[in-house]
């Protein structure tokens, strides 16, 4: 919980973050594992913060976008409707280089915003499916 909270201090900071990016690449698959087997049903806050500030990164995106992480991530957020969670999906989705990935949850993402408790998590919705191009271009 320490070190979370302290990553996330020197991430919001951006003249640190290449250091940040560089000393987590080796733990990202801890802290996408603690997002998605978290015990509670929202995420820790300073967790959400500190992952929605590593998803500047594109090495690190990568990461998280593996087809079975960026699946339970995708889970997570259908089963909490976590806005924080969503707001990490939106991240991804403004990288643009992860269209395979979204068109298979496009259905998943549109049904959710539909559903949307919050109005939180309709806006971070929305701004993910604006997000998303196919790859055949269209959008």
Not at 16 to 29: C, D, K, L, T, Y
Not at 71 to 81: A, D
Request: include cysteine; charged fraction near 20%.
């Amino acid at each position: 919980q320490v070190a979370i909270r302290l990553l996330y201090s020197i991430s919001m900071d951006t003249r640190f973050r290449v250091i940040v990016e560089q000393q987590v690449i080796s733990a990202m698959q801890l802290i996408i594992q603690l997002i998605i087997r978290s015990p509670t049903k929202l995420i820790d806050k300073e967790l959400a913060a500190l992952s929605v500030n590593l998803t500047w990164s594109p090495t690190l995106i990568k990461q998280l976008c593996s087809p079975e992480n960026f699946h339970h991530l995708i889970k997570r957020v259908h089963q909490t409707f976590d806005p924080l969670l969503i707001k990490i999906v939106r991240n991804i989705s403004q990288l643009g280089e992860q269209p395979i990935l979204f068109k298979r949850y496009l259905h998943e993402l549109v049904g959710m915003t539909l559903k949307a408790p919050s109005h939180e998590f309709v806006v971070e919705s929305i701004a993910v499916l604006n997000n998303i191009v196919l790859p055949d271009g269209k959008e």
